[in-house]
Structure formats: structure tokens, C-alpha cells
């Protein structure tokens, strides 16, 4: 007798994966990145001035705002510079005007120095060199050994020079008699004026025996 049929219990179905919604998904993360795409791309399409155009801008305005900036400070220091030239030139004056400075003069009176000395300093006033005042010297040494008061017997020529007479060198103070320099001015003014230089006058002596 054949077998009663039992049915079996069907086992439970394999569990479908919802692939609508999976793809529902994928799809939408795939038009997502195709948006951004298409837009980068509009961009890159229109622009050059697009992104790039706003990069340059940016560039050209940080430029511009480096070069007024370089400008502003070049202003900020040349007056800083100019600032400190009037500060140092202040306080210049203000040292020269201040009276309790202490000013250091010095004066030699060439009445009182060597007779010798005294004719040096004084032959430029009288288109003199220096530089021949060896030939003075041998004048007058000659001469007078640059005595004040050496007086010529047999001439009546007085002093350094020998001026004769004597008397002539009251054109040069009425104190010719006795002070040394205004012996030694007439005596310049007489050789520049007779001879123009020192060293043609001690020439002429040297050839003549006098001046």
C-alpha cells in the first residue's frame, strides 16, 4: 500500500536583497557626483573667468594692496628720516645758542714774539712767500742782526731795516723808533714794492753790498 503523502515543510525562502533601493541609492550618489562634475565643469567652461578669473583678481588685489603698502611705509619713512634731520638740527642750534657753553679762543699778540717769527707771519700781507724768508733773514741779519735799535753812523739808515733815513718808517707808525714790528712792515712793504720778491732783494744786496 503505497505510502500516505506527508508534505515536507518548505524552508524559508532566501532573503531577498532589496536591489531597488540599493540602486535607488547608488543612482543618486552617481547623479550627485555627475552634478558637481557638470558644474565643475560649467565652470572650467566659462572660466577662464570663472575660478581663474576670481584667482586673478585676488592676485592683482593683493598686488595692489603690497605696492600701497610699500608705498605708505616708503612716506612713513622718509618722514621718519626727515623727523630725525630736524630733531639733530634742533638740538645743533640749541647747543651753539646755549650760552653756558664754554667757546675756547686763542690769540697771540706778535708784538711780543721773536722779531724773526714776527716778519715770517707778516710777508704774505705783502704778496711775500714764505717760503724765502731765508732771504729776509740774510738781509736784514746782514744789515741790522734784527736790532731794534741799530743806528748807522755814517747814514743815519735806522733800525732792522735800515730805513734811510730812519724817519721813513713813520709811514708805517708813529713808533718807528722802537717797536720792532713796525720796523719789520715797512721793511716787507719796502722789499715788495722795490724788488717783488725776497730773494731778488737779497740778490741785489749780494751784488751791491746794500738794498
Known amino acids: 500500500m503505497p505510502e500516505k503523502y506527508a508534505p515536507k515543510h518548505r524552508s524559508a525562502p532566501p532573503r531577498r536583497v532589496r536591489t531597488g533601493a540599493r540602486n535607488a541609492v547608488y543612482y543618486s550618489g552617481v547623479a550627485v557626483v555627475a552634478t ?4 565643475t565643469a560649467g565652470l572650467s567652461a566659462k572660466g577662464g573667468s570663472g575660478a581663474d578669473g576670481a584667482a586673478v583678481k585676488l592676485a592683482a ?10 608705498a605708505e611705509r616708503e ?9 630725525r634731520r630736524q630733531q639733530a638740527d634742533s638740538l645743533k642750534a640749541a647747543a651753539l645758542s646755549d650760552s653756558t657753553g664754554v667757546a675756547v679762543t686763542k690769540s697771540e699778540d706778535l708784538t711780543q714774539a721773536d722779531p724773526k717769527t714776527l716778519a715770517k707771519a707778516l710777508m704774505p700781507l705783502y704778496g711775500l712767500s714764505t717760503a724765502q724768508f731765508s732771504c729776509v733773514d740774510n738781509i736784514w741779519e746782514h744789515e741790522s742782526h734784527w736790532n731794534v735799535h741799530a743806528d ?7 733800525g732792522i731795516p735800515q ?3 730812519g724817519s721813513k718808517m713813520s709811514s708805517a707808525g708813529p713808533d ?5 714790528e713796525t720796523q719789520i712792515r715797512w721793511g716787507l ?5 722795490r724788488y717783488g720778491s725776497a730773494c731778488s732783494a737779497w740778490s741785489f744786496k749780494q751784488a751791491h753790498g746794500w738794498y
Do not use: E, F, T
Request: zero cysteines; aromatic letters at 10%; charged letters at 10%.
Open 36 to 39: 558637481g562634475l557638470s558644474v
Open 61 to 70: 588685489g593683493k598686488g595692489q594692496i603690497s605696492a600701497a603698502d610699500l
Open 75 to 83: 612716506q612713513s619713512a622718509s618722514r621718519s628720516s626727515s623727523d
Open 152 to 158: 748807522n753812523p755814517y747814514s743815519s739808515a735806522y
Open 163 to 165: 730805513a734811510l733815513p
Open 176 to 180: 718807528w723808533q722802537n717797536n720792532a
Open 189 to 193: 712793504n719796502y722789499i715788495a714794492q
